[in-house]
C-alpha cells in the first residue's frame, strides 16, 4: 500500500498538536566532570610534596626554609603516617635534627593530624633556591671589622709600592688590611 506525505499544512497542524521531546543538555565541563575524581584523589593519597614545596616558607617559617626544602613524602607500607625527607645544607643538618619535633608538628598542621610521623635528613645542595639566595654559611658569625685608620693604611701602601698595579698587588692589599685589622684587636 502507498502511503502519500502530508502537506506542509497539514505537517505544521501535525506538530503544533504533538509534543516533542526537549533535546539532551550538553555534557558538563571537562574540569567540572573531574572535579570529583580530583578530590577523592587528595582525599585519598594527600597532597604530598609538591604541596608542601609551595607553601614551604609559610609551613616551616623564613629561617628554616633558606636551609631546607621538602623532596619527598614516603608513605608507610602498612598504611600508617609517612615519613618527609628533606634535603639540607651542609652544617645546617645538626640544627635541622634539633628542630625535627616543630617541623612534623607544622607540616601535621598542613596536611592533617597524624600525616607525618618522621623526618628524614638528606644533606645535599639546595635545588629550590637561586645560588644568591642560599645562607652562606662560612663567615656567617664574623663580625663585620671596620675600616684601617689612615695611617695604617698609608703605612700598608708604602711598602708595597715597589710592586707593579695589577692583581698581585690588589690581593696583596686585601691581605695586609685583614692582617692589620686581626693586630688591631
Known amino acids: 500500500m502507498v502511503r502519500r506525505l ?3 499544512g497539514d505537517a505544521a497542524r501535525i506538530l503544533a498538536a504533538k509534543r516533542t521531546r526537549p533535546g539532551s543538555p550538553p555534557p558538563p565541563a571537562a574540569g567540572r566532570a573531574l572535579v570529583k575524581t580530583m578530590k577523592a584523589l587528595n582525599d585519598r593519597f594527600g597532597q604530598g610534596a609538591e604541596g608542601l614545596k609551595v607553601r614551604w ?3 616551616v617559617g623564613a ?3 633558606h636551609r631546607t626544602e621538602p623532596i619527598k ?3 608507610s607500607r602498612v598504611g600508617g603516617p609517612a615519613a618527609l625527607e628533606i634535603r ?3 652544617p645546617s643538618a645538626a640544627l635541622i635534627q634539633h628542630q625535627a619535633g616543630d617541623i612534623i608538628e607544622r607540616v601535621n598542621l ?3 593530624p597524624g600525616s607525618v610521623n618522621r623526618l628524614r635528613i638528606v644533606q645535599g645542595p639546595l635545588r629550590g633556591l637561586p645560588s644568591d639566595q642560599r645562607p652562606r654559611n662560612q663567615g656567617a658569625w664574623r663580625r663585620a671589622r671596620g675600616p684601617l685608620d689612615a695611617a695604617a693604611e698609608a703605612d700598608l701602601a708604602r711598602s708595597l709600592d715597589d710592586l707593579p698595579d695589577g692583581r698581585l698587588k690588589g690581593a696583596l692589599t686585601r691581605l695586609g688590611r685583614e692582617v ?3 693586630e688591631r684587636r
Open 73 to 75: 613524602l614516603a608513605k
Open 57 to 59: 616558607t609559610e609551613i
Open 6 to 8: 502530508p502537506s506542509l
Open 110 to 112: 598542613f596536611l592533617g
Open 88 to 90: 639540607v645544607e651542609g
Open 180 to 182: 692589620l685589622r686581626g
Open 63 to 65: 629561617a628554616l626554609a
